[in-house]
């Protein structure tokens, strides 16, 4: 059996590992090659929790999150606030913040942002279940965490217009988030200053 095997099992390996974000073929080699070395160690617990992943993980109908129960476990904290929604890119963007532990409120992912070039439409993301959420009469504020891009300035302006008849306030992320930045590579103490320093939009 060769590496260039269209059939082989160690190629099939090297070109799903290539898909995942960051990883080039190269890098997927190199990847590949220490799972294989490392079978018992690394290859078998990696294929055990892959496979719990597909089985169990799921997406939160309320906000978006990632969880293995529906709603997740921060939609069902009772210690949360549940009058502030903090609106976010992906699901790595919700993580980052709740790392810092900087928002004691509530998430909702859209899945994106807002681009024309790409053709991705409002109705593309999960903007109208926000929309839903906000007009519940529960809700206060709506705390715009998008990233600092063009594309996200875009999204930000798009979710506010909508929000305009639903009774709430609307902020974003001020201090310490850089233009062009990702919420995603931002230390702790850069989210919980943007976070207390948030803003009216």
């Known amino acids: ?5 269209s059939g082989s099992e160690i190629e099939r390996l090297i070109q799903l590992l290539a898909r995942l974000p960051g990883l080039g073929p190269r890098s997927a080699r190199r990847a590949a090659l220490h799972l294989i070395k490392n079978r018992e160690k690394l290859l078998a617990p990696l294929a055990t929790a892959l496979a719990a ?22 939609c069902k904290d009772p ?12 699901v790595g963007d919700l993580w980052a913040l709740e790392r810092s532990a900087a928002l004691n409120g509530l998430y909702h992912v859209i899945g994106g942002t807002l681009s024309a070039i790409e053709g991705i439409r409002p109705e593309d993301l999960n903007i109208s279940k926000l929309i839903e959420r906000a007009a519940s ?36 992320l001020a201090h310490g988030v850089p233009v062009g930045g990702e919420l995603d590579y931002l230390d702790e103490g850069t989210l919980i200053a943007a976070m207390k320093s948030r803003r009216p939009f």
């Not at 059996?1 to 095997?5: H, P």
């Not at 997406?59 to 529906?70: L, M």
């Not at 210690?79 to 992906?90: A, F, G, L, M, T």
């Open 1 to 5: 059996m060769t590496q260039n095997s």
């Open 53 to 74: 992943a597909h089985e169990n993980v799921t997406i939160c109908s309320a906000c978006g999150n990632v969880d293995t129960t529906d709603p997740c476990t921060l």
């Open 79 to 90: 210690r949360r606030d549940p009058s502030i929604i903090c609106v976010v890119e992906e």
């Open 137 to 172: 009469g529960e809700v206060k504020e709506i705390v715009l965490a998008v990233n600092a891009t063009v594309d996200g300035h875009t999204t930000a302006h798009y979710i506010t217009e909508r929000l305009k008849d639903c009774n709430v306030s609307v902020s974003r």
